[in-house]
């Protein structure tokens, strides 16, 4: 069984840093792209950073390029996203996905196959 | 980018009824890469359907995708209780992928 498991999240003042992890298990983890994924409160979907299965190509949307950082270990089978220059923008569930397909090519991820339960991230002061 | 809008905003049915929801890209979605997602209060998204009309692992069959192009449907042939949620729309057959900003669908 496919299980995503994300930590980290927490409140944090503006320009602030966090990590958040996202374990992985039930699958090859190093056989597959993984993606984050943000949805604000009330609002939709958001793909704010993917990595490639070996870690050797990385997107970042707009509203986060610059300040997050994608990575993923995957001996440890974890995937990463490190935070910083925080605002209450980017107050949000932050999901880890898991994409169906080792590599991709462009932003905005792939087809999101399985999907980890979410952190919160909330920016205030 | 390609811009998905979703139809209607709110859907509100009775058990037994059929939903249809629509999913309208701005331009054509390339090989009709289209999938549906369901997500519960406070739950993850969920994938339904992919390659528009193919369904996810574990999907019942009253859950059917259809169309091409630019023009895509989820259809819930008898709704049941537990189909109350938001669904979401992504193509992911162009590049930046893109979401819809989703359809609620009430059980009344």
């Known amino acids: 069984e496919v299980q995503l498991v994300e930590s980290g999240g927490g409140l944090v003042q503006p320009g602030g840093s966090l990590r958040l992890s996202c374990a992985a298990s039930?699958?090859?983890?190093?056989?597959?792209?993984m993606s984050w994924v943000r949805q604000a409160p009330g609002k939709g979907l958001e793909c704010i950073s993917t990595?490639?299965?070996?870690?050797?190509?990385?997107y970042d949307a707009d509203s986060v390029k610059g300040r997050f950082t994608i990575s993923r270990d995957n001996p440890k089978n974890t995937l990463y996203l490190q935070l910083s220059s925080l605002s209450g923008e980017d107050t949000a569930i932050y999901y880890c996905?898991?994409?169906?397909?080792?590599?991709?090519?462009?932003?905005?991820?792939?087809?999101?196959?399985?999907w980890g339960q979410g952190t919160l991230v909330t920016v205030s002061s | 980018e390609i811009v998905l809008t979703q139809s209607p905003g709110t859907l509100s049915l009775s058990p037994g009824e059929r939903a249809t929801l629509s999913c309208r890209a701005s331009?054509?979605?390339?090989?009709?890469?289209l999938a549906w997602y369901q997500q519960k209060p406070g739950r993850a998204p969920r994938l339904l359907i992919y390659?528009?009309?193919i369904r996810a692992t574990g999907i019942p069959d009253r859950l059917s995708g259809g169309g091409s192009g630019t023009d895509f449907t989820l259809t819930i042939s008898t709704l049941e209780p537990e189909d109350s949620a938001v669904y979401y729309c992504?193509?992911?057959?162009?590049?930046?992928?893109?979401f819809g900003q989703g359809t609620k669908l009430e059980i009344k």
């Open positions: 996905a898991k994409v169906n397909s080792a590599y991709v090519y462009g932003y905005g991820g792939g087809l999101f196959d399985f």
């Open positions: 039930g699958f090859t983890f190093s056989g597959f792209a």
């Open positions: 990595i490639t299965n070996g870690g050797q190509t990385t």
């Open positions: 331009q054509s979605v390339n090989s009709n890469y």
């Open positions: 390659g528009a009309s």
């Open positions: 992504q193509q992911y057959g162009n590049s930046p992928r893109t």
